[in-house]
């Protein structure tokens, strides 16, 4: 399958929406997808475009994804207004 790892970023960023959605009381799931997918493209883009340590072929870039993605998405909910 030639797209097999974007599928596997979509369907990891929709599952720590998802994730995050649920433990934090449900403020909105598409406000926890867009930071999840916002910290995914900058997760790949600092490892494919910036540090240079993977292709789009390999598998490495999803995991740097997936860390930003977590990374975005704790300082979401870390600094967001408490009204």
């Known amino acids: 399958m030639q797209y097999a790892e974007v599928i596997a970023a979509v369907v990891g ?3 720590l ?3 995050a959605d649920q433990m ?5 799931f598409f406000a926890t997808f867009l930071v999840s ?3 995914a493209v900058c997760g790949w ?3 494919v475009r910036v540090f240079a340590v993977s292709t789009l072929a390999d598998w490495t870039w999803v995991v740097w994804a997936m860390a930003g993605s977590a990374v975005c998405l704790v300082a979401f909910f870390l600094f967001r207004s408490k009204r």
Do not use: P
């Open 45 to 47: 883009f600092l490892a």
């Open 17 to 19: 929406a998802a994730l």
């Open 37 to 39: 997918a916002v910290g």
């Open 24 to 28: 934090t009381g449900k403020r909105g």
């Open 13 to 15: 960023v929709l599952a």
